[in-house]
């Protein structure tokens, strides 16, 4: 799989004290930024506002940007255990279009997530984009087939079958597996209006494959799903 | 189909130079918030710094939120026969997660386009989320089942294949009609890294259907997919 290897995951020296911290200064700010980004779509500000607001969002980029790798998050892990993907699409702390999903982890092997989806989730007016809805089980299915961040998996496939449209607001997400079958995990997922226990608007089966490479032992422990 | 039906769109008295004149200002906005969120991720900023953006973001979302909306943005249509989705997660002109996608309708009625994925669309280290890969395909395949807009469709069911790791960067993404059969349009696509005619790194297949509701002729002429 070229792209993807052992090599994928960098060992840093930060502790994990010094992670945690970090993530609550960034994350602090692309809570911020899921705000900003979620009015600029709701706003019916005129041209001179928006030219001020251009140039506020154009001096805290130039701020961000002194100091800045030129490459993505990625992976990394620390030798206490401890892993963290900071850009993650759905999970990533400092990724403001992540919604961001918090994962439940069930003593029952399944995993959950409560998640609140707004204006800029939106695909059919007022329901959340059946694409989102793909995005966000495909990350908790590939973290489900993990079995707790216990193995390395990667997508095989995905079926999604949309049942009725999601609104907007809160929804909830949960996935289980279903079947193993030496290094193919199948998992079931679902995500529906509201709380536990609602009907699913959309359910999702998928195929996991345990990567040959994903045996050898330089890997992190603390890895879970590529996705 | 709760929370979807023909009064979903809403009549606009925008004029369509209006639209375009509102889609030049605020994409501009929307294009520099693209920027601030992938900074936030790669930046080694310190504390310090950060707090001091969060000023700047903070004073930006205040000047926005005088004046917006409580609701997401929706599917508006003028007496031009003009549509705009500006909220969408896919192709939103307001929307800073959106990459943004822009579809180039092809004359053999594949529709294809080229986009640039950075670090806030990150899954496993370095490449794309199979997720983020699932949202741009759902929504280039709905487009492609609403055959140019003349009709409106819903996804019914989606499978992915992933092949191979899809790695952050220029990709590439084609869909095109496969079958049709009174209601339901099958629709074929793929992703993968580069330009044209690059081998994919996921195939996608779906089911799109034509709901019964959506021959209601009070319907704008310009919908197409309710993704």
């Known amino acids: 799989m070229p792209g993807l290897s052992a090599d994928s995951f960098v060992l840093s020296d930060l502790s994990t004290a010094e992670v945690e911290a970090s993530e609550r200064v960034h994350g602090a700010l692309a809570d911020d930024l899921r705000r900003l980004v979620d009015v600029a779509i709701r706003t019916n500000a005129g041209e001179d506002d928006v030219a001020r607001v251009r140039e506020l969002v154009q001096q805290a980029t130039a701020v961000l940007e002194q100091d800045a790798s030129p490459d993505p998050a990625g992976l990394k892990f620390n030798h206490e255990g401890r892993s963290w993907n900071w850009g993650n699409t759905v999970v990533g702390v400092r990724n403001a279009m ?45 973290e489900t087939a993990s079995a707790g961040h216990t193995r390395l998996t990667v997508t095989g496939t995905l079926t999604l079958r949309y049942l009725t449209p999601l609104p907007l607001g809160d929804v909830h997400v949960e996935a289980r597996i279903a079947k193993e079958e030496g290094r193919k995990v199948t998992v079931v997922g679902r995500i529906g209006p509201g709380g536990p226990g609602s009907e699913p608007a959309i359910e999702a089966e998928g195929l996991f494959i345990i990567p040959r490479w994903a045996s050898d032992e330089s890997l992190p422990s603390d890895v879970g799903s590529l996705d």
Chains 1, 2 share one sequence.
């Not at 204006?119 to 059946?130: L, R, S």
């Not at 694409?131 to 908790?140: F, N, R, T, Y």
Request: proline share 9%; with cysteine; charged share 10%.
């Open 98 to 142: 992540a919604p961001p999903v918090v994962l439940q982890w069930g003593d029952d092997g399944a995993v959950r997530s409560q998640v609140t989806l707004g204006a800029a989730y939106e695909g059919p007016p007022g329901c959340v984009h059946g694409g989102v809805s793909a995005l966000i089980l495909d990350h908790l299915m590939g």
